[in-house]
């Protein structure tokens, strides 16, 4: 724990999931540790925002993977149960192909396998096979890959984790994976939805990410009661009860080399100096902004050449009546997924007939909008880097308006007396965001485990990064693994003797 008698000392940038946990963890095992956070809150992608009596999480709402997100608590000692009261939803979500045709996923797997066999004979059997197939990968991309802080090829090298990577199907497209299962195109759709946020076509996905699927359909869709923002609540309790101290309203505007290592943090509130510096900004705003050219893993060419998860338009809105048809999560599917998947990932531009999300936790909490009202998340997802202007809100917020109001056969806008849209420009402004991005990099195939950006400076000793642009990707769960093997490496790397003397 000491360094010459004195106790190791760490900044963090950033007090998202991946922050918070690589804070927590440091903190765990004896180190000093400060977080800077540019906005005024904690949770980055997942604050808060209260509004005219609504608590809107204004990021993640699929809580899924529950026993990941429960490591940070385990790791620390105490449970996700002392902090959260998680319920798990039934149904899990619904999709709507058409007003008149709404499939519900039930919690509930015989249930589940019913209602695969009514729309594909044989469907049911299958999707045990399919599900079996998939905990597999899950179980093994989880334990073994998705903890690899993927800096050397030797990682890799055992013969038990290559023969694992052909049987986990890294080399297979996810969107082949799924009609060797299935035809049914609702069942299609169904399984393929979980990967349009990996950010490519499911074609260009590997056939890995049906553990995506065993996720979804097996582990099931949970809800932190009061809602995410409770969960990013809990995790800074839990790192400030090891000793961390998080600062906000700090903005890191500058990292600067000496003698082969970052000597100074300076941010809008003063200069700060630690043993360590991780950062949980966007990978590409660390490098490109904050480090002098020199002293960068990548240049900008790299940069313009990966290919980026989408962002998204997001409407934050309070209803003041109850909304009949809607679940706690909708998923719009009327139009061609096809078509809205190739205008984010092959023709980028704003899709013309967009599927879309609604979220409404007011389903399931009272305590997110007054009594007898509805609090509604609206999301579609578009490509990233887009012109982001008011009439382009403003226009799609009319379109899924309409549509919303056909699906539920009631007025809605109407009723409406909270309203705030979020974009690309936000993204930018709040999260020092790449084009906007609203999920980090994408998990192609050609963008997993050692071919992501990764966790350590080449040219500065103690500069380190975590979050959703480096291994093992976007996500709740995945950043909250980044910090760990962010952390866990770092603590495994200054106990050589080399990183003692070098400090
Ligand atoms: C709309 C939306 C919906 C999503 N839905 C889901 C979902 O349902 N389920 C799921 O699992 N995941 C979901 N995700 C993804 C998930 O939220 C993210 O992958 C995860 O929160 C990323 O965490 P992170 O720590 O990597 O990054 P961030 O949350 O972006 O944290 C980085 C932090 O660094 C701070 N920072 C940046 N620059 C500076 C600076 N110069 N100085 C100081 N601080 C700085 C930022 O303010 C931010 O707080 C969603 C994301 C979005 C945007």
Redesign the pocket.
Known sequence: MNIKGRRKTAIV????????TAAAALAAQGWEVQV????ST??????VLKKDGFTFD????????PEVIGSYFQRLGTSVEDHLDLKRLDPSYQVIFSRHNTLEVPADMSALRERFESLEPGAGRKLDRFLREARLKYEKGMGEFAAKPSLSIREFARWNLIRAAVRLDLFRSFSAHVRSYFRHPELLQLLEFPVL?LGAMPKHIPALYSMMNYADLSLGTWYPMGG?GKLVEAMVTVAESKGVKFMYD????ELTPGDGSVERVL?GKGVFTADVII????YH??EQ??LPPAYRNYSASYWEKRVMAPS?L?YYIGVSKKIGRLRHHNLFFENSFDAHAASIYERPAYPRNPLYYVCCPSKTDDSVAPEGMENLFL?IPVAPGLEDTPAVRSSYFEHIMARLEAYCGEPIKEHIISYTD?AGED?IR????YKGN???LANTLRQTALLKPVIKNRKLDNLYY????TVPG??????IL??QLVADYIIAYTKRSHYETSL
Do not use: H
């Open positions: 940038i950033g007090a998202g999931f991946s922050g918070i800077l956070e540019k906005n904690p949770g980055g992608r997942a604050r204004m990021g993640p709402s699929w809580y899924w993977m946020f995410f700090v903005d890191v505007r941010t950062s949980s900004a966007d705003f660390t902004v904050l998204c997001l999301l979020y993204f709040d999260y020092n965001a609203a999920y980090g975590t979050g959703q642009l976007p996500g709740v769960p995945p950043a980044s910090g």
